[in-house]
T-cell receptor
Framework: KAGVTQTPRYLIKTRGQQVTLSCSPI?????VSWYQQTPGQGLQFLFEYFSETQRNKGNFPGRFSGRQFSNSRSEMNVSTLELGDSALYLCASSLGGINTEAFFGQGTRLTVV | GQQLNQNPQSMFIQEGEDVSMNCTSSSIFNTWLWYKQDPGEGPVLLIA?????ELTSNGRLTAQFGITRKDSFLNISASIPSDVGIYFCAGRAYNQGGKLIFGQGTELSVKP
C-alpha cells in the first residue's frame, strides 16, 4: 500500500511569486491536512480537507489556500510569497474520524529568496 | 495556534538508558498520537492511543493515554543510537474540530 506522496520535495521561489504543492493521500483516506513546520514555530496547522470540503482552518493569512479533488488528492497554494514562508510543508492523510491515525508525507521544503 | 505542552524540549542520554517524555494540555483530548521525525523527513507514526488509561507498546516504546485525558506519556527503554530524532506528541479533540494539534517536540540525542 503506497504511503503519502508529496511533490515536489524541494522548491526555490522568489518573493512575490506563487507556489502550488501537491499531496496524494493513502488510498481510501478522505482527509488531508496541511502543516507548516519551521524551527521556531514547530508544526502549525494550516487546513484540513475532507471529501473535497475544507473542514478545519488554522490561523494563516488568506495567501494560503487549498483544495481537494474527487480522488482525495489535495493541493495547497501560497500566493505573493514572503521570506517568512520558507518552511517544510507537510501533509497528513487519514480516514477522517476523530479516533483515527494520521500519516505524513516526506514534505516539501520551500525556500523563498 | 494552540499547541500541546511537551517536555522536556531536549534530552542527552547515554546508550542503554531509558527515556521518558510527556505532553500536557489544559483541555481534554480524545486521541493521542506519538511521532518521530528525522531531519528533513516527515513525522513517522509510532503509537496511537484512543482511550483514557490505555497503555500501548511498540517494541521498546510504550505510551500511555493519561487518565485525566489531558496528558500522555512516551517511554523508550534501552535507547540505541538510531533513537536519535525529534519526538512529537499530537492530539485530537472534539472541541478543536478534530484537527491534529502538536507539541513542540522533544529532541533526543543518544551518546554511544
Amino acid at each position: 500500500k503506497a504511503g503519502v506522496t508529496q511533490t515536489p520535495r524541494y522548491l526555490i521561489k522568489t518573493r512575490g511569486q506563487q507556489v502550488t504543492l501537491s499531496c496524494s493521500p493513502i488510498s481510501g483516506h478522505r482527509s488531508v491536512s496541511w502543516y507548516q513546520q519551521t524551527p521556531g514555530q514547530g508544526l502549525q496547522f494550516l487546513f484540513e480537507y475532507f471529501s473535497e470540503t475544507q473542514r478545519n482552518k488554522g490561523n494563516f493569512p488568506g495567501r494560503f489556500s487549498g483544495r481537494q479533488f474527487s480522488n482525495s488528492r489535495s493541493e495547497m497554494n501560497v500566493s505573493t510569497l514572503e521570506l517568512g514562508d520558507s518552511a517544510l510543508y507537510l501533509c497528513a492523510s487519514s480516514l477522517g474520524g476523530i479516533n483515527t491515525e494520521a500519516f505524513f508525507g516526506q514534505g516539501t521544503r520551500l525556500t523563498v529568496v | 495556534g494552540q499547541q500541546l505542552n511537551q517536555n522536556p524540549q531536549s534530552m542527552f542520554i547515554q546508550e542503554g538508558e531509558d527515556v521518558s517524555m510527556n505532553c500536557t494540555s489544559s483541555s481534554i483530548f480524545n486521541t493521542w498520537l506519538w511521532y518521530k521525525q528525522d531531519p528533513g523527513e516527515g513525522p513517522v507514526l509510532l503509537i496511537a492511543l484512543y482511550k483514557a488509561g490505555e497503555l500501548t507498546s511498540n517494541g521498546r516504546l510504550t505510551a500511555q493515554f493519561g487518565i485525566t485525558r489531558k496528558d500522555s506519556f512516551l517511554n523508550i527503554s534501552a535507547s540505541i543510537p538510531s533513537d536519535v530524532g525529534i519526538y512529537f506528541c499530537a492530539g485530537r479533540a472534539y472541541n478543536q474540530g478534530g484537527k491534529l494539534i502538536f507539541g513542540q517536540g522533544t529532541e533526543l540525542s543518544v551518546k554511544p
